[in-house]
């Protein structure tokens, strides 16, 4: 079937927007009210090229041009994904933001702090008759401190170079202390390691899994605890084996040796890292979200908080081209190359406040992005985490097809469990986002798990349920709940948490009665049976 777009002056659309890109232009067109002074124009002047542009474009008939080129449409996209995702620019010029306890709360996508409610997540009771047998857990590292990307190595160089032509404002002044108060607990802590608070949320999640199955993990059952090897991995397990025994230290603890292939694939497949560093359509799309008039906007919001603006325009028109000086992973290695780059450092280095235990921390990045800020850079982090971990681009499984050995291997430990080969009641795994996301999206869940989209179209909030707030959190876990009938053993139940709330396994899998939580584990499998793999041998 051929692919029809309405043209309006480089904005790839959907035909049902036309009636609001119309009302739009007509509007700007017909309004000659001069714009206030100071007031932000970019919406005045984006009406005034709509209505332009529609009456040459859309005809009386709406007829609709075939646009054969996926290069000329992915172009034309990027204003209709800034008109898509926000209409609104807001112009924020004060020097500072005012931040207390209550007004600190920002966007931190992946970075997120794990949440807890025990008023939220109330779970239903098992069927009648249904007793626990198993457990199967997948959880992400607890809060940490920044990771080995120098981002704040590459935020000082820009500030230093400021620095040198006199170009801070007061704000700006501060930044270098907050740089070196953010290096020094990474010194401290370890780069990439667990804060108090990462421990506590692992120590939690075992407390409540402990007091939820308090007569399955008693002393004469074993629970295997497997991890990726990395030290953030490692501790977390630990954390979460300390809150599950807190009351019952004599559970048997069977430490199982650290497994990259099931919990550290994605360094170690070869197609899927040559994807991640050279896939064009990915950069593409990535590189249109960086270069929306909003990205841009928003940047230099930021920015005029921190530099002047004779600065700022140096670093819109690249003559800083600024390369982290330390050696670091070639596949982490980051070059500013604009005002959003230089932003999207600053994001991504105090996007980990949050996790921090020292309060001045915790609030650092609302000390200098505001909400709709934060807002718009965790979905830009969100955009690159859904297109190069999560469901991508329609075609494209290369970010997931890795995650099935793991996948697979949450089957084979219920039947084994079933089966009663060993006396192993729960198996804990400690891994990373970069896994935890990949097995969300093989997992479907409805309204959750997000959809691959369309080769022309782009990630939005608007047209896709996929956050990284809530898919990949610090600590997310994925829990599945076995339940084996009483009198009849052949009757295995399944229910599956995500993040301790309880959710839908994919559409197509029925569960035991309208509205349940809990699926027979034979309609699991039917469900999932082209993702389980078949044999040891291409497990591995």
């Given at each position: 079937m051929s692919?029809?777009?309405?043209?309006?002056?480089?904005?790839?659309?959907n035909?049902?927007y036309v009636?609001?890109?119309?009302?739009?232009?007509?509007?700007?067109q017909n309004?000659?009210v001069?714009?206030t002074?100071?007031?932000?124009?970019?919406?005045?002047?984006?009406?005034?090229?709509?209505?332009?542009?529609?009456?040459?474009y859309i005809?009386?008939?709406n007829?609709f041009?075939?646009?054969?080129d996926?290069n000329?449409?992915?172009?034309?996209?990027?204003?209709?994904?800034?008109?898509?995702?926000?209409?609104?620019?807001?112009?924020?010029?004060?020097?500072?933001i005012?931040?207390?306890?209550?007004?600190?709360e920002?966007?931190?996508?992946?970075k997120?702090?794990?949440?807890?409610?025990?008023?939220?997540?109330i779970?239903?009771?098992?069927?009648?008759?249904?007793?626990?047998?198993?457990?199967?857990?997948?959880a992400?590292?607890g809060?940490?401190?920044l990771?080995?990307?120098?981002?704040?190595?590459?935020?000082?160089?820009v500030?230093?170079l400021?620095?040198?032509?006199?170009?801070?404002?007061p704000?700006?002044?501060?930044?270098?202390?907050?740089?070196?108060?953010?290096?020094?607990?990474?010194?401290?802590?370890?780069?990439?390691?667990?804060?108090?608070?990462?421990?506590?949320?692992?120590?939690?999640?075992?407390t409540?899994?402990f007091?939820r199955?308090k007569?399955?993990l008693?002393?004469?059952?074993?629970i295997?605890?497997?991890?990726?090897?990395k030290k953030?991995?490692?501790?977390?397990?630990?954390?979460?084996?300390?809150?599950l025994?807190?009351?019952?230290c004599?559970?048997?603890?069977?430490?199982?040796?650290?497994?990259?292939?099931?919990?550290y694939?994605?360094k170690?497949?070869?197609?899927?890292?040559?994807?991640?560093?050279s896939?064009?359509?990915?950069q593409t799309?990535?590189?249109?979200?960086k270069?929306?008039?909003?990205s841009?906007?928003?940047a230099?919001?930021?920015?005029?908080?921190?530099?002047k603006?004779?600065?700022?325009?140096?670093l819109?028109?690249?003559?800083?081209?600024?390369?982290s000086k330390?050696?670091?992973?070639?596949?982490?290695k980051?070059?500013?190359?604009?005002?959003?780059?230089?932003?999207l450092c600053?994001?991504?280095?105090?996007?980990?406040?949050?996790?921090?235990?020292?309060?001045?921390?915790?609030k650092m990045?609302?000390?200098?992005?505001?909400q709709?800020?934060s807002?718009?850079?965790?979905?830009?982090?969100?955009?690159?985490?859904?297109?190069?971990?999560?469901?991508?681009i329609e075609?494209?499984?290369?970010t997931?097809?890795?995650?099935?050995p793991?996948?697979?291997?949450?089957?084979?430990?219920?039947d084994?469990?079933?089966?009663k080969?060993?006396n192993?009641?729960?198996?804990l795994?400690?891994a990373?986002?970069?896994i935890?996301?990949?097995?969300?999206?093989?997992?479907?869940?409805?309204?959750?798990?997000?959809?691959?989209?369309?080769p022309l179209?782009?990630?939005t909030?608007?047209?896709?349920?996929w956050?990284?707030?809530t898919?990949?959190?610090?600590?997310?876990?994925?829990?599945?709940e076995?339940?084996?009938?009483?009198?009849?053993?052949?009757?295995?139940l399944?229910?599956?948490?995500?993040?301790?709330?309880?959710?839908?396994?994919?559409?197509?899998?029925?569960?035991?009665?309208p509205?349940?939580?809990?699926?027979?584990?034979n309609?699991?499998?039917?469900s999932?049976?082209?993702l389980?793999?078949?044999?040891?041998?291409?497990?591995n």
């Amino acid at each position: 079937m051929s692919t029809y777009l309405l043209r309006t002056r480089g904005i790839l659309t959907n035909p049902r927007y036309v009636p609001t890109l119309i009302s739009r232009a007509q509007a700007s067109q017909n309004s000659q009210v001069p714009p206030t002074p100071g007031q932000d124009n970019n919406n005045v002047k984006l009406n005034i090229l709509l209505s332009n542009t529609v009456t040459t474009y859309i005809q009386p008939n709406n007829l609709f041009i075939p646009q054969p080129d996926i290069n000329v449409q992915l172009e034309q996209s990027k204003k209709a994904i800034q008109n898509d995702i926000c209409s609104r620019v807001v112009n924020h010029k004060s020097d500072s933001i005012s931040v207390n306890n209550e007004n600190h709360e920002r966007h931190y996508s992946t970075k997120t702090p794990y949440k807890y409610s025990s008023e939220k997540y109330i779970l239903s009771s098992p069927p009648t008759g249904y007793k626990p047998i198993c457990i199967q857990l997948l959880a992400r590292h607890g809060s940490r401190t920044l990771s080995s990307r120098d981002y704040d190595l590459e935020t000082l160089t820009v500030w230093q170079l400021a620095k040198q032509k006199n170009m801070l404002t007061p704000l700006g002044e501060q930044l270098k202390r907050d740089i070196e108060l953010f290096m020094h607990e990474n010194n401290r802590v370890g780069r990439g390691e667990l804060t108090q608070i990462g421990k506590e949320e692992h120590f939690g999640i075992g407390t409540r899994l402990f007091n939820r199955f308090k007569s399955l993990l008693i002393s004469s059952n074993t629970i295997s605890v497997m991890t990726s090897g990395k030290k953030r991995a490692v501790d977390s397990a630990q954390e979460f084996i300390n809150g599950l025994t807190k009351s019952e230290c004599n559970i048997q603890i069977s430490h199982e040796k650290p497994n990259k292939k099931l919990l550290y694939f994605h360094k170690s497949c070869t197609n899927y890292m040559t994807f991640k560093e050279s896939d064009p359509h990915i950069q593409t799309k990535l590189n249109i979200i960086k270069n929306l008039e909003l990205s841009k906007t928003h940047a230099r919001q930021v920015l005029q908080r921190i530099y002047k603006n004779e600065f700022i325009d140096l670093l819109i028109d690249g003559n800083y081209d600024i390369d982290s000086k330390e050696n670091i992973d070639s596949s982490e290695k980051k070059i500013i190359k604009n005002e959003v780059d230089v932003v999207l450092c600053l994001y991504n280095m105090f996007s980990v406040a949050p996790g921090q235990s020292q309060s001045d921390l915790a609030k650092m990045l609302a000390k200098y992005f505001n909400q709709e800020e934060s807002k718009w850079f965790a979905y830009i982090n969100d955009a690159q985490e859904f297109y190069e971990k999560g469901p991508s681009i329609e075609g494209t499984t290369v970010t997931y097809d890795m995650a099935k050995p793991l996948f697979t291997d949450f089957f084979s430990s219920i039947d084994a469990c079933i089966e009663k080969n060993k006396n192993i009641v729960a198996h804990l795994r400690f891994a990373h986002a970069e896994i935890i996301i990949p097995i969300a999206t093989l997992l479907q869940i409805p309204d959750f798990s997000g959809n691959a989209v369309h080769p022309l179209d782009i990630y939005t909030y608007e047209n896709n349920h996929w956050r990284g707030d809530t898919t990949a959190p610090m600590a997310a876990n994925i829990q599945w709940e076995i339940y084996q009938h009483e009198t009849n053993p052949n009757q295995i139940l399944v229910r599956m948490l995500y993040n301790e709330m309880e959710v839908r396994f994919k559409q197509d899998c029925k569960p035991l009665t309208p509205g349940s939580f809990f699926y027979d584990f034979n309609e699991l499998k039917r469900s999932y049976a082209d993702l389980i793999l078949p044999s040891v041998s291409d497990m591995n």
